[in-house]
């Protein structure tokens, strides 16, 4: 049998500048998509693929997301005697047991791969997921869900994968493909962030991974790469022939909530998803169209 995964590590250390000045004060995980926090959704996400343990990784500045998963005994109270269930249901839903989240503090920012090495004491010897807040993906079976199921077959190393256009491919790790089996894609190389002259294909990695711990051990090790970070590709790539390395081609549409025009566009995209907003937004969408059509 293999082992579950029920530990994921969530970096959020980052400094969030392109969203300045919004991210002076609040953190970028903290932004709202709709009604609720960007991480919200990856934790939902990982909640539903049978995660147990949530690591995060913070840095200064992040004590609006500690507080966030606070239980809010007032709030609650307050909706209780207001007789909003419904409102209620969902601030519940966002308590996290206690003991079942950590905190860790990356002391420096040296890359995304020195930040998931900062878990290695809470990770142990089992295999764990890593998830970028960033990338939300919107997904009739969520997508780390789909990535544990194909994990159950294959073991190793899984990365969520996704075509980009050629040109942006210099923003992405990007995987060398072995062999083609549709969904999935085993891998015989895996650079990051390579120029786009130089990317080996345009299947790029998106912030889904599932990981052994093998991968900590390489990541102990490993010098600066690409912009002068640890990367955790790199330390992914040096499990290609050991572990194994899979590609995971998701089914779901993902959202670039790292960017302003991503974050604009998973606003839109969840928005028309509400039963309770999706009118509305139609509606003023269209006008917004027609006036634009009609200026051209
Ligand atoms: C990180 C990873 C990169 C991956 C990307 C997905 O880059 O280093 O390999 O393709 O996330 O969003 P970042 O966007 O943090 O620079």
Redesign the pocket.
């Known amino acids: 049998m293999r082992r579950k995964v029920t530990k994921a590590v969530f970096p959020v250390a980052g400094l969030g500048t392109r969203f300045l000045p919004a991210t002076k004060s609040v953190p970028k995980e903290i932004m709202t998509l709709v009604d609720r926090p960007l991480v919200q959704y990856a934790i939902d996400e990982a909640r539903a693929a049978g995660i147990k343990e949530f690591l995060f990784i913070t840095s200064r500045g992040k004590s609006a997301l500690e507080d966030y998963f606070d239980e809010s005994p007032i709030l609650e109270r307050e909706l209780r005697k207001k007789g909003e269930l419904d409102i209620l249901e969902d601030l519940k839903a966002t308590n996290m047991e206690s003991g079942a989240i950590a905190y860790m503090r990356q002391h420096k920012a040296l890359g ?1 791969g020195h930040a998931v090495w900062c878990a290695r004491r809470l990770i142990g010897d089992e295999p764990f997921a890593v998830m ?1 807040p ?2 939300v993906i919107s997904a009739e079976k969520p997508c780390l869900q789909q990535m544990v199921e194909a994990y159950e077959e294959t073991g190793g190393n899984m990365v969520a994968a996704m075509e980009v256009p050629r040109e942006k491919t210099s ?3 990007i995987l060398d493909v072995k062999e083609d089996m549709g969904a999935m894609v085993s891998v015989k190389n895996m650079v ?1 962030k390579p120029k786009v002259e130089e990317a080996p294909s345009n299947l ?4 889904r991974y599932i990981l052994d711990p093998a991968v900590l051990k390489n990541l102990n090790k490993l010098k600066t790469g690409a912009g002068g970070e640890i ?3 790199d330390a992914i790539a040096q499990e290609i022939d050991n572990t194994g390395v899979y590609g995971y081609r998701f089914r779901g549409q993902r959202f ?1 909530c ?1 960017s302003k025009a991503g974050f604009l566009q998973a606003t839109v995209a969840f928005g028309l998803a509400r039963d309770d907003l999706k009118d509305d937004l139609r509606r003023f969408l269209d006008s917004v169209m027609q006036i634009e059509n009609a200026a051209e």
């Open positions: 995304l970028l960033d990338d923003s992405y790790g990051e790029a990695v998106i912030g990367q955790l590709t670039d790292g």
